[in-house]
């Protein structure tokens, strides 16, 4: 039998690893592979955290953030354009797309308290194991990042307090000079949950919701999102274009 999507445990694990695996896939509903089964892909937890695989390419992801990785970024955290785009201050941040949450570590080492929210479960499991990892590393200060797990949509509209910034990063084809990490992360994170939502009604929540602007990630080659930014901030690849909202006004 082949299952779309599947959790296993790892080749060497143990009876822990085994029960963890057996958990998790009651928690997610997913089959727990069995003899003579396979999957497209696979979730295996592994070392305190979860990793992707696709078995036909041999593929893996397994998002880790170390303390030598933060202390690298935040040397030059206030020339990367997201947090320029972000803003001063210690800010409260949404992330409403969360993903495996790269943006989100990026934005906590910079200072900022972040949000974050993740719509699909499984996805959401994988975060919930990067970040607890990382504050067990001490790769993430605790409480920097708060995981929730939702549509965005519906949830921007209950935070109390409202944020000041929401950042949107609706799924784009990654260019051939992107790096072979980010183009496997994106590929994997498409297969295993295809299309996103609807990035325009996610905007109009998110710009009911930021109390000073809502900043949206795109390919530097492709019109805005929305027309008419109030600034935008330019990388190597993709920009930060940002809009201010009405109460910043």
Same mark, same amino acid.
């Not at 943006?103 to 308290?113: M, P, S, T, Y």
């Given at each position: +039998? $082949?299952?779309? #999507?599947?959790?296993?445990?790892?080749?060497?694990?143990?009876?822990? /690893?085994?029960?963890?695996? *057996?958990?998790?896939?009651?928690?997610?509903?997913?089959?727990? =592979?069995?003899?003579?089964?396979?999957?497209?892909? =696979? #979730? #295996?937890?592994?070392?305190?955290?979860?990793? @992707?695989?696709?078995?036909?390419?041999?593929?893996?992801?397994?998002?880790? %953030?170390?303390? /030598?990785?933060?202390?690298?970024?935040?040397?030059?955290?206030?020339?990367?354009?997201?947090?320029?785009? !972000?803003?001063?201050?210690?800010?409260? $941040?949404?992330?409403?797309?969360?993903?495996?949450?790269?943006?989100?570590?990026? @934005?906590?080492?910079?200072?900022?308290? #972040?949000?974050?929210?993740?719509?699909?479960?499984?996805?959401?499991?994988?975060?919930?194991?990067?970040?607890?990892?990382?504050?067990?590393?001490?790769?993430?200060?605790?409480?920097? !990042?708060?995981?929730?797990?939702?549509?965005?949509?519906?949830?921007?509209?209950?935070?109390?307090?409202?944020?000041? $910034? $929401?950042? @949107?990063?609706? +799924?784009?084809? +990654?260019?051939?000079?992107?790096? *072979?990490?980010?183009?496997?992360? +994106?590929? =994997?994170?498409?297969?295993?949950?295809?299309?996103?939502?609807?990035?325009?009604?996610?905007? /109009?929540? &998110?710009?009911?919701?930021?109390?000073?602007? !809502?900043?949206?990630?795109?390919?530097?080659?492709?019109?805005?999102? !929305?027309?008419?930014?109030?600034?935008?901030? *330019?990388?190597? @690849?993709?920009? %930060?274009?940002? %809009?201010?909202?009405?109460? &910043? *006004?």
């Amino acid at each position: +039998m $082949v299952f779309p #999507i599947a959790v296993a445990a790892g080749r060497d694990a143990g009876p822990a /690893e085994r029960r963890t695996a *057996s958990d998790l896939a009651a928690r997610l509903r997913l089959p727990l =592979l069995g003899e003579g089964a396979t999957a497209n892909l =696979l #979730i #295996i937890p592994e070392n305190g955290y979860f990793s @992707l695989l696709e078995p036909a390419t041999r593929t893996r992801l397994a998002v880790d %953030y170390t303390p /030598e990785e933060r202390r690298r970024y935040r040397a030059s955290a206030g020339r990367d354009p997201l947090v320029r785009a !972000v803003g001063a201050g210690p800010r409260r $941040v949404v992330d409403a797309t969360a993903g495996l949450g790269r943006d989100a570590v990026h @934005l906590a080492w910079a200072g900022r308290r #972040i949000v974050a929210i993740e719509r699909d479960p499984v996805v959401a499991t994988l975060l919930e194991g990067v970040l607890g990892r990382a504050v067990r590393s001490g790769a993430l200060e605790p409480g920097t !990042v708060e995981l929730v797990p939702g549509d965005a949509a519906v949830v921007l509209c209950s935070l109390r307090p409202r944020p000041e $910034v $929401v950042y @949107l990063d609706p +799924m784009f084809p +990654m260019k051939r000079r992107s790096s *072979s990490a980010a183009r496997k992360e +994106m590929r =994997l994170l498409r297969l295993l949950v295809g299309a996103g939502p609807d990035a325009h009604e996610l905007f /109009e929540a &998110a710009r009911e919701t930021a109390t000073e602007r !809502v900043v949206v990630k795109r390919p530097d080659d492709a019109p805005p999102l !929305v027309p008419h930014p109030t600034m935008s901030y *330019s990388g190597k @690849l993709v920009r %930060y274009d940002v %809009y201010r909202t009405a109460r &910043a *006004s």
